[in-house]
Every structure is written in structure tokens, then in C-alpha cells.
């Protein structure tokens, strides 16, 4: 009977050990409320918001320690809309991020698969669109720098270091996979942060070739993304203070969008004549977050968008002023509700009308459909949970 115990606890305490040097995790975030426009596609709009603030998604995420500091990793991610539970934009499968790799505790992360770029890992935490509020309705028009995660990089390799007292850096770079060429529809880019107690710093550059109606690298998360272009670059910098319980930050991003295919917001084009002009935008970004008490924060930030339209031998100047103003309760560790509201002011001009002069510029505020007018008012309030 003693040796049966014993064997028993043997089996067991062996049994453990296995199991905690591999572990999955499942993981993912739930956002829903009710959304006012006073003006998407000509007409003012209530409905039902699926991830207006946070994209809703879920994930698993695995590793297995294989000795010596080294561990197999990999997370496989979707998003979906919460309101029908289709995958987000009728993609498939694990539309978000998908991949394999290693993690060494002295070398840094190699992984393979779908993944985001450096503009979305070093720079997005410190804007309003990408910071723990996570306000979808912040991103810059058309999301033009990919701070908000409209898509992500099929066919990449991405690197990423250790920490080494605070600085970190990375790349990726995403195959065509394309048999004609080798540089048709590839995407690259690369980031660096430093973090110091309050003050954390961030720079990030990315270009993607050919995007057409797939995506830099096949990469958009689905065909209906807000940019297709013959080329896109994107690059920028932000600087984060804490001080207390307020926070303040200022990130700057260029993005030059050249042969422009389509443009759209919310699934839907804004201005006809787009197509094969050149778009540059530069974006100014300002935002902040005061926590009156632990689960009781402000949050708000202003964009300033310069844009320079070329093309057809003549040049336009479109602009928006985008101010987003918000308020988050959180009910425990997981779980919060909030309530936002969003201006933006379009200005100048964005297209082309068949006889060369320019098309006014609308409003179009990330996730809604365009405004007819070169105003829009956006609010929301829901409940979001994180798991």
C-alpha cells in the first residue's frame, strides 16, 4: 500500500512538472455599446457598436520551455464582430495574428506567420487609438499609419530583443509570395522603444509595396481594408510622460500613400476620384489620461492631420482636426464601462471631379462611414470585458 502512495506521488509530482513547462492560454477582449453619428453616409445613424472602442477578438496563446532559457511560443488570434459573430470584415480564420517561434531569454523572439508590424508594437501603445483605453474612434483618418491595427502582416519573420534596461527593437519583414515577383506585395519595417520609470520614447518606420485589393504581403485583414495603394510608407515618433495618476504623451506619424487603388472608412469611400493620386498626411497627435481614482479615468486627446493631395498636374491641401474626449469605469480588473465622444473638421480638398477641379474634403471618423459634410459627431457608451 506505501509503495502504491509512493509511486503515486511520484507520477503525480512528474506529472506537474510537465505540465508547467508548457502551458496555453486563452485570452481576448469583449466590446459592445451603442453608437451615434450625426451623419455617416448623408444620414444621421444609432446602432449597435461591436468594438468601437477595443477590436473584439480571442486567442490562444502557448509555451513550452525547452531548456536552458529557450521556449517554443505561438498565438493564434481572430477577430470578429460581436454583434452577429462573423469574423471580422467576413474574413477567415485567425485574420489577426498567427504564428510560431522561439523565445530565448538571451537572444530575443524569432517568429513566422501573420503578425503586426513595428508601427503597431513600438509606437501604437503610445497613442490614444493603441494606449490601455484602446479608443478605435482616435485613429487617424483612415487609420493611414496602422496605429489602430486595421491590419496586420501575412508571410512575415519578425525579430524582436530582449530588454536591455529599458530599450528594445525589432523588424519585420513580410514575402510577396508572389511568383512574378519577388518584391510585388512585400512589406517590411522596424522600432525601437526606451522606457524610464514616467518617460517612455518610440520611433517605427514601415513601407509596404503593391497593396492592391490584398494587402501589403497579402497582409489586409480582409479586401475591403481602408487603404490600397502602389506604395505605403509610414513612419513617425512618440514620447509618453507619467507623472501620478495623469499621463500625457505626443506622437507624430507621416504616411505617404502613392497610386492610391481605394480609400474608404467604416467599409465605405469617401470621395470619388482617388483613384491613382498620391496621398501624404502628416499626423499631430496630443492625448492624455488623468485617473481621478483607481477605477475612475479621463482620457482625451487632438489630432491635427495635414495632408497634400498630387496627381492630375494640380496639388490639394486636405486637413481634419479630430478632438476625442472619454471616460472609463472600471467594475473590476476585467471588466469596464465607458462613454466617448468624437469631433473631427475636414477641410480643403481631397479628390477630383471629371473636369480636374477639386472634390471638398468630408469628415470621416475611424470605424464610421464618412460624413456628407466636412463635419462629424460621434458617441458612444458600452461595456467592455477582458479575458
Known amino acids: 500500500m506505501k509503495k502504491a502512495l509512493i509511486l503515486a506521488g511520484v507520477l503525480s509530482t512528474f506529472a506537474m512538472s510537465a505540465h508547467a513547462q508548457s502551458s496555453v492560454t486563452l485570452y481576448g477582449s469583449l466590446d459592445a455599446g451603442i453608437v451615434y453619428a450625426n451623419n455617416a453616409g448623408g444620414h444621421s445613424l444609432w446602432a449597435q457598436g461591436s468594438g468601437a472602442l477595443s477590436n473584439n477578438y480571442f486567442g490562444f496563446r502557448g509555451a513550452e520551455d525547452l531548456g536552458g532559457g529557450l521556449k517554443a511560443i505561438f498565438t493564434l488570434e481572430s477577430g470578429f464582430n460581436l454583434n452577429n459573430g462573423g469574423y ?4 477567415n480564420g485567425f485574420n489577426r495574428q498567427a504564428y510560431v517561434g522561439l523565445k530565448s531569454d538571451q537572444f530575443g523572439t524569432l517568429t513566422l506567420g501573420r503578425q503586426y508590424d513595428s508601427m503597431v508594437d513600438y509606437l501604437s501603445p503610445l497613442s490614444e487609438a493603441g494606449a490601455g483605453f484602446g479608443n478605435n474612434l482616435a485613429g487617424h483618418p483612415f487609420d493611414n499609419d ?32 508572389d511568383t512574378n515577383g519577388f518584391a510585388n506585395g512585400r512589406a517590411w519595417s522596424v522600432g525601437a522603444s526606451y522606457g524610464n520609470g514616467p518617460l517612455n520614447f518610440a520611433a517605427a518606420y514601415s513601407q509596404q ?17 481602408n487603404i490600397s495603394a502602389r506604395l505605403q510608407r509610414s513612419f513617425g515618433a512618440g514620447v509618453n510622460y507619467t507623472y501620478g495618476p495623469a499621463q500625457v504623451g505626443f506622437v507624430w506619424t507621416h504616411s505617404q500613400i502613392d497610386g492610391m487603388q481605394s480609400l474608404s ?19 499631430y497627435e496630443i492625448n492624455g489620461a488623468y485617473h481621478l481614482t483607481p477605477a475612475l479615468a479621463f482620457v482625451g486627446s487632438y489630432t491635427f492631420t495635414d495632408g497634400t493631395v498630387t496627381g492630375n498636374g494640380s496639388n490639394n491641401s486636405p486637413k481634419w482636426h479630430t478632438v476625442v474626449l472619454g471616460t472609463d469605469y472600471s467594475l473590476s480588473k476585467r471588466t469596464d464601462v465607458y462613454l466617448a465622444g ?8 481631397l479628390g477630383y471631379n471629371a473636369d480636374g477641379s477639386g472634390i471638398a474634403n468630408v469628415a470621416a471618423i475611424n470605424t464610421l462611414s464618412p460624413s456628407s459634410t466636412n463635419n462629424q459627431v460621434a458617441a458612444t457608451v458600452g461595456l467592455r470585458h477582458r479575458f
Open 209 to 225: 509595396n503593391n497593396s492592391g485589393g490584398l494587402g501589403a504581403a497579402n497582409s489586409a485583414a480582409s479586401a475591403d481594408q
Open 265 to 283: 472608412s467604416g467599409g465605405s469611400a469617401p470621395l470619388p476620384g482617388l483613384s491613382g493620386l498620391n496621398l501624404h498626411v502628416d499626423n
Open 88 to 91: 471580422k470584415n467576413g474574413d
Open 146 to 177: 496602422n496605429l489602430a491595427k486595421s491590419y496586420s502582416i501575412k508571410n512575415s519573420v519578425k525579430y524582436a530583443s530582449v530588454n536591455y534596461s529599458g530599450f528594445q527593437f525589432g523588424g519585420l519583414y513580410g514575402f510577396s509570395n
Open 342 to 349: 468624437v469631433y473631427q473638421h475636414a477641410s480643403g480638398s
